[in-house]
Structures are given as C-alpha cells and as structure tokens.
C-alpha cells in the first residue's frame, strides 16, 4: 500500500467539490459573503486591459475567463461566492440605447451569450469556483424577453420577429403590449411591459400554462448543466407571485429576488414565494443615512430593519443585503468623505442578511447612475496595495468569519439596535460584535453608550475593535462608552473570540488600550493581509468532519492506494 499525503489531498479535494455541486440551499447560503460582478466590465481572460467608456453603452470585452483568472483577487478579500450577470442570448448589434453588455435584454434563454464565452467556459468558471470552495449565483431574468420592432410607426401593437424569441416564438407566450403607467396598478405592474416602443421588453404570459412548464423547465435545466449555486431573479414584482414557488422548487438552489421598492410590506410578500429578496428598504434607509450626511437619520435604518426582521419569511437571515449594485449610483459618485464611505460599506457584513459587495466599490469606483456605475475593474489594475477600502472588506469578511465560528448561533441570532441620544449615530449588536457606526464624517468625533442593561458582555471584559486593533474595556457596571475620531467606523469583539492564528488583529489588541478609547487609528490597521483562503472553511464544519473520517477510513482499510 503506497498511501501518501498527495492522495489524501486529492480524494479531500474530490470529495469536496461533489459535496459544493449538491444544490445550495438558503441556510447553505447564509455563512456565505458575495462579491457582485457584471461579466462584461471585470477582466477578460486574455489579460488586457481595453479602453471602455461606459457612456458608449457598448461591450468592453469582459468574460468568463476573465473571472476564472481573477479568482485570487475575488478569494483574497474573503469572499467565497460570487453573482454573475444575466448567461443566456441577448439582441445583437446597436440599439438606441446601447449594446446589451449587461445581459439583460434576453432573446433565446436556450442559449448563451456569445460575447461571455462558450459552453465549456462557463462550466469551467462552475469547476474553478467549487474546486475552491465557492459558490455561484446566477443573474436570471423571467419577466421578459426583449426584441427590436419590425415597424417604423408608432401604432401599437408593434411587430416583431417573434422567430427570434426562444423558446417561445409567438405572440401568445407574451401579453398584450402595453407600457406601466401606474405602479400602483398591480395588475398593470404584473402584465403590462417594462421599456419602451424603442427598445420594448416583451412581457412573458406566466399565466399561460404552456409558457410556465417551459419557464420551470428551463430553470431546473440551466442550474443543472452549470452547476449553479444560487439565483438571484430579476424584476421579481413583475410576475404573479403564484408562479414563484414552483419555479423556486424547480430551481433546488437559493433563490433571492429583486423587488425594488423601499416599502417593507410590499416586499415581504415576495419572501413567501421565493427564499428571500434583496433588501432594498434597508438599502433606501442606509443609503439615505449617509449620503445625507449628519442630517441623514441613523434611525430610520433600525425602523426599517426591525419591520423586516418582523414581515419577511425567515427574518432577514435570507437577505441579500447591499449598498452598491448595477442599478443605483455609487455612494462615492455624491460622497467623497471617506469615513463616511466606510461607514456604509461596514453595514452588509454586520447586520442579518448575507453580504454582497459590488465590484469596484473596493477600488473606490465613483459611477453615479446606470451607466457609469458599470465601470472596467482592469482600469485600477486590480491593485491591492495602498487600497484602503480593500482592506477594509478583508477585515469586515474576516470578523463575520471569525464571529459565526465563535458563536454557533451568530447566523440565527437577530441583530438588535441600542439606542443613541443622536441620529447620527448607531449601534448594533449581532453577539459577538457590537458595531457602532456614524455618518458625522472624518471630522466629527462621534459617542457610543451601552448601558449596563443592554447586557451585552462581563463587567471589565476586553472589547477589540477588529479595524484599528485598538482595544476598550467594559466599565465595573457592564456599561461602556466609546468615542471614535475621524468619525470612523467601529466593529467591536471580545479579545477571547479573536482568533489567534487568523488575519485579526493576531491574538487580540495591537493598539492602545483605554475604557474610553478615542481610536483614530486608520483603518487599515487590523487586517494585516488578505483573508485566509476560504478551502475547507468554505464549507460547514460539520461536513467537511464528516469527509474527512471518510478519507482517514478509507486510508485505515487500505481503499486508498496510489
């Protein structure tokens, strides 16, 4: 018997990738952080570096390769799944509003888009992510397919080349045409079409049953011939939320949608159909907080959270939750505070849902609107030196980390707010981290007080600040006060919870220590290098116990042999 530890490797590493291509679940999801790409504007699999204008609308050259080959730069600031855009075919050529670089003008779901890669790209981009340990999520969208009109007047119904449109290929896979003209109409919202007579978006007819046994035909197909993880759904609200649950059931991945409206009832609706949504009345809130900066109220965001901990299916466990995406403006293009700035990025890694980060905003990106928020990441060379931002996301990943395994029930336990007498300021507390943030910007100094009620640690126990590495101590009485310069963020841990051998803060406090710590340390203090590769981290614990004995058996027992 020649066993080696070269064959162990290799069996691990086996047994693991078919654990990662078993379907993803939402709980699965939940230890996960996200980094956002739009394919088309990250890298290209060539390595260069093309000149891209995003006010030109058009294809910068961005593929799936590209992705594949920077999968070190994604890993390192500590993200273990990534969501890609929209895969399928979309229009050719130039529109009046541009090309479809973006994926979402769709006109054959049942094939690729050729300007992303082949068949065999994508499934490698699938094998390169799970050999790693990460997940992929999907951009998908349902509502409706998108043509060019074949008449020049204005008289609707429009024509089309309805060949085109796969696998559909006829006016009665869709509904009438006609453009929303009020939101408030639900029943215009769900069959009246999105666009306009120049560039319209065909609404599928998901009542027609025909049309929903090919939609959820479809689904269950594309997730199983690339080994997809996760989904996130566009235009969500457009659809009848009946025909959500047996689509997320053929689905047999997590499922998050876009439902894009700041009220929370609204939105909660959806949550019963698919496994939850992206947050976007939590993201309104923030957004609001801190780009209005010291008249931005703090607490609206704790309202806002606590009605969806209250409304939405499974709480906001299941959330994606976000600051930044392909549809809204980056905070940088109105906010160049850059305490501010971290402020807002530190909220999606600290609060229930799961975190996504959107490319660029580690570079400082500073688009405003669709387009110019859909900038070339190979511009800033995807550097890492001297990026503070960057840093900063490698630290928020590496406490979320730490935090779920210290305390077994960080990813079921809700986030909680202890009120500040100012509506500049905020506190959280998601045991074991207590974060304080502030939209008072870098020249404001900015108080948290935790009474000795809120009972969230020991009388005299050491608190770490995991972005600075400054250290403050719990009063006598179980209260603690904490006053930030520079109005920079604070994400607070027991020493006892840091991990010794990890990327914070070493075995705890490198900075100063004080019950009443001003810390205007920088925030790149702290995290001392990349994330540690997510490999077997990637994936639960228990699991991976479980493969291991296998293999340790299978070596006892002489099943393996090389």
Request: glycine letters at 10%; charged letters at 15%; hydrophobic letters at 35%.
């Amino acid at each position: 018997m020649k066993n080696s530890w070269g064959a162990i490797a290799v069996a691990v590493s086996t047994l693991l990738f078919s654990v990662t291509v078993i379907a993803a679940s939402a709980e699965d999801w939940t230890n996960r952080s996200i980094y956002q790409v739009v394919t088309d504007r990250f890298a290209l699999g060539n390595g260069s570096s093309p000149r891209c204008a995003t006010n030109e609308r058009k294809y910068c050259g961005g593929n799936w390769q590209g992705i594949i080959s920077k999968l070190d730069y994604i890993q390192g600031m500590g993200f273990d799944a990534i969501w890609i855009s929209p895969v399928v075919e979309n229009i050719e050529g130039t529109t009046i509003g541009g090309e479809a670089y973006h994926g979402y003008w769709a006109q054959n779901i049942n094939s690729l888009n050729a300007n992303f890669g082949s068949d065999d790209d994508l499934k490698s981009l699938s094998s390169a992510l799970h050999e790693r340990g990460m997940y992929l999520m999907v951009d998908i969208v349902v509502n409706h397919l998108v043509a060019i009109p074949t008449n020049t007047s204005s008289v609707w119904p429009e024509t089309f080349d309805y060949s085109l449109l796969q696998p559909f290929g006829g006016p009665h896979s869709f509904h009438p045409q006609c453009f929303i003209s009020n939101y408030g109409n639900q029943t215009d919202v769900e069959k009246c079409w999105l666009g306009d007579a120049s560039i319209p978006l065909l609404d599928i007819d998901t009542e027609n049953n025909t049309v929903v046994d090919m939609m959820y035909s479809w689904v269950k197909n594309l997730v199983s011939n690339y080994d997809i993880d996760g989904l996130r759904v566009d235009t969500v609200k457009h659809v009848r939320q009946d025909f959500w649950p047996d689509f997320a059931s053929n689905a047999g991945v997590y499922t998050v949608g876009e439902v894009f409206t700041g009220n929370v009832s609204y939105v909660a609706s959806y949550t019963e159909g698919l496994d939850s949504v992206l947050d976007y009345p939590t993201y309104f809130a923030v957004y609001d907080a801190f780009n209005n900066g010291t008249f931005g109220n703090m607490t609206v965001i704790a309202d806002v959270v606590t009605q969806a901990q209250d409304q939405y299916n499974h709480g906001t466990f299941y959330v994606g939750s976000f600051v930044e995406n392909q549809d809204n403006p980056r905070i940088q293009s109105t906010v160049s505070d850059q305490s501010v700035v971290k402020n807002f990025i530190t909220w999606p890694f600290i609060n229930d849902g799961i975190p996504i980060l959107y490319y660029g905003q580690e570079q400082g990106y500073q688009g405003a609107n669709d387009p110019a928020n859909r900038e070339a990441l190979w511009l800033s060379g995807f550097s890492t030196e001297d990026k503070p931002l960057l840093t900063h996301v490698q630290a928020l990943n590496s406490a979320r980390k730490q935090a779920i395994s210290y305390n077994s029930s960080f990813l079921t336990t809700k986030a909680s707010f202890i009120s500040q007498s100012s509506i500049s300021t905020l506190a959280i507390s998601k045991p074991p981290l207590l974060t304080l943030l502030t939209n008072g910007g870098n020249s404001s100094n900015a108080t948290w007080i935790i009474p000795s009620t809120a009972g969230l640690y020991s009388p005299n126990e050491t608190l770490v600040d995991v972005l600075s590495c400054d250290s403050v101590m719990m009063g006598s009485d179980g209260s603690l006060t904490v006053v930030a310069t520079n109005g920079l963020p604070k994400v607070l841990m027991p020493e006892e919870a840091l991990n010794s051998s990890g990327p914070l803060c070493g075995s705890g406090s490198q900075g100063s220590s004080a019950s009443v710590g001003p810390n205007g340390s920088s925030a790149s203090a702290g995290s001392n290098g990349s994330s540690s590769p997510v490999g077997l981290k990637g994936i639960n614990g228990g699991i991976v116990i479980a493969i291991m004995s296998i293999v340790f058996t299978g070596i006892v027992s002489g099943m393996l042999i090389v």
